[in-house]
């Protein structure tokens, strides 16, 4: 199990993992008032992977632990279920006062009972589990906002005739698959309604490039006579992988995609095919999950349980941006220095979109 494991307050760093097996209680020492006291408060963090996306997760929520003068105690769940699962295990060993998570289907019901039995608040990104606090972005309407973009470049390129539309999927990320996957194929049809359902293939993309590169590649071969190629799907690293195929393959030229996410961009390296993406910041749900959430519930005030994707405790805002405002958009770790710098006094969306009344 690859681990990333600290815990901090203003005036001390490292508290290791053999403090994490220890076997103290849950929840932290709290006030007759029900609040916990700052250095007595412990917030951990399950982030979910070792993508530039989740690392950023876990530093921005390390970084807001610190300047409320909480403990903190980070693990990494690895782009898994079971992972994750082992680490709830340790979070409530470690004594942790509130996890954040973000989980995967299959495993995400046992974290929650799992807490709940050790009287620790969860909160989790995205993927909505019954009993813990949801922070998420609309999903769907992130989908069909990339879906009606990429629609509109094909009207305008080729009278929406395209020849094969790939969507890439990440089976394991649950509902947050179906809604940003479908959300983008009914986009693309709100305005290309004509495209025939034989033309749309869905792929297993998983949840690096690399994996989805040779499941494009696959859906690429078996479709030799597709000449316009459109793609959408989950994230960045499936249209990625979708762009770096048709180039491989030497059918680049007339292969373009929408992203989401926006989390693989790399300046002259960043596939000539994308033609815009849609900007989650990752790096706003640990800000607003604190604000919002956990800095009541270390005040003994816990806000009332808000767990599905139709009443979210926490709402994040998306960010569709057109190809050279995907370019220009700092990469994540820049943006969260600049964050951190300002005293995380404003989230990502309203200092970086550019349709943001700050942006």
């Known amino acids: 199990m690859s681990t990333r494991t600290r815990s901090l307050t203003l005036a001390t760093v490292g508290v290791g993992l053999a403090l994490a097996l220890s076997g103290c209680s849950g929840g932290g020492e709290t006030s007759p008032s029900g609040a916990a006291a700052a250095e ?18 876990g530093d921005a929520a390390e970084a807001l632990a610190e300047k409320n003068g909480w403990k903190y105690y ?3 769940n690895n782009s898994d279920g079971p992972t994750a699962n082992t680490n709830v295990d340790l ?37 909505p589990q019954k009993g813990m606090y949801l922070v998420a972005v609309d999903n769907e309407g992130a989908g069909k906002d990339t879906g009606v973009a990429l629609g509109e470049e094909a009207k305008s390129m080729w009278d929406c005739d395209a020849d094969l ?10 509902p947050v698959n179906d809604l940003r996957v479908g959300g983008s194929e009914d986009g693309l049809l709100s305005v ?43 994230g960045d690293n499936t249209v990625f992988a979708v762009l770096q195929a048709a180039d491989q393959l030497g059918r680049g ?9 926006a989390y693989l961009l790399s300046g002259d390296s960043t596939p000539a095919g994308l033609l815009g993406d849609s900007v989650y910041f990752f790096e706003d749900y640990p800000i607003a999950a604190v604000d919002q959430l956990v800095k009541k519930i270390a005040a003994g005030d ?15 805002s998306a960010c569709l941006t057109d190809r050279q405002q995907t370019l220009d958009m700092p990469a994540i770790d820049i943006r969260l220095k600049q964050l951190i710098a300002d005293g995380l006094s404003s989230n990502a969306y309203d200092t970086f979109c550019p349709s943001a009344s700050n942006g």
């Not at 408060?41 to 997760?57: E, N, Y």
């Not at 690096?208 to 989950?234: H, Y």
Request: aromatic share 6%; glycine share 12%; net charge negative.
């Open 40 to 57: 007595d408060f412990t917030l951990c963090m399950g982030v979910g992977g070792k993508d530039a996306g989740s690392m950023a997760q």
């Open 192 to 234: 290309c309604p004509n495209i025939d359902k034989s033309k749309i293939v869905n792929f297993e993309g998983g949840n690096t490039v690399d994996t989805a590169t040779t499941a494009a590649r696959d859906a690429l071969v078996s479709r030799p006579e597709a000449e316009k190629i459109l793609t959408l799907g989950i």
């Open 91 to 127: 979070f409530i060993q470690h004594g942790c006062s509130t996890v954040m998570e973000f989980n995967y289907a299959g495993t995400q019901e046992v974290i929650q009972q799992k807490l709940e039995t050790a009287g620790i608040p969860g909160i989790t990104f995205d993927l």
């Open 74 to 76: 980070e693990l990494n």
């Open 253 to 261: 030229a007339n292969t373009f995609g929408w992203g989401q996410g």
């Open 302 to 316: 816990a806000p009332a349980m808000a767990d599905t994707l139709e009443d979210a405790a926490v709402s994040i």
């Open 165 to 174: 539309v790939l969507l890439g999927e990440q089976a394991n990320a649950g």
